[in-house]
Nanobody, 121 residues
Framework: QVQLVESGGGLVQPGGSLRLSCAAS????????MAWYRQAPGRQRELVAT???????NYADSVKGRFTIARDNAMNTVSLQMNSLRPEDTALYYC???????????????WGQGTQVTVSS
């Protein structure tokens, strides 16, 4: 069973930076859309940024100009560079990927376990 493994969360002061990374736990046939979502306490999960296989990107208005999503198709990884962090960016961040597993017959949705980002002085 393919898993998405995230890393890079932590505690940072306002104005600081963090870089999140996410990788598939095993070789897969193909990865289509990849994305980062986040969920703050008491709020619904929201889309932060998405990237297509051809690296076309979209961002939530709240992170435009501060966050950058990137992917490596050879390694099947996705990253999120977060700059100028604000307290309102505090949330559990989830990696998402649309994956066609090796030996599979179609794409399926996969989620990481979540990594905590806390922005506080």
């Amino acid at each position: 069973q393919v898993q998405l493994v995230e890393s890079g969360g932590g505690l940072v002061q306002p104005g600081g930076s963090l870089r999140l990374s996410c990788a598939a736990s095993e070789r897969v046939f193909r990865v289509n859309r990849m994305a980062w979502y986040r969920q703050a306490p008491g709020r619904q999960r929201e889309l932060v940024a998405t990237i297509s296989r051809t690296s076309s990107t979209n961002y939530a208005d709240s992170v435009k100009g501060r966050f950058t999503i990137a992917r490596d198709n050879a390694m099947n990884t996705v990253s999120l560079q977060m700059n100028s962090l604000r307290p309102e960016d505090t949330a559990l961040y989830y990696c998402y990927a649309e994956i066609w597993p090796s030996g599979g017959t179609r794409y399926a949705d996969y989620w990481g376990q979540g990594t905590q980002v806390t922005v506080s002085s």
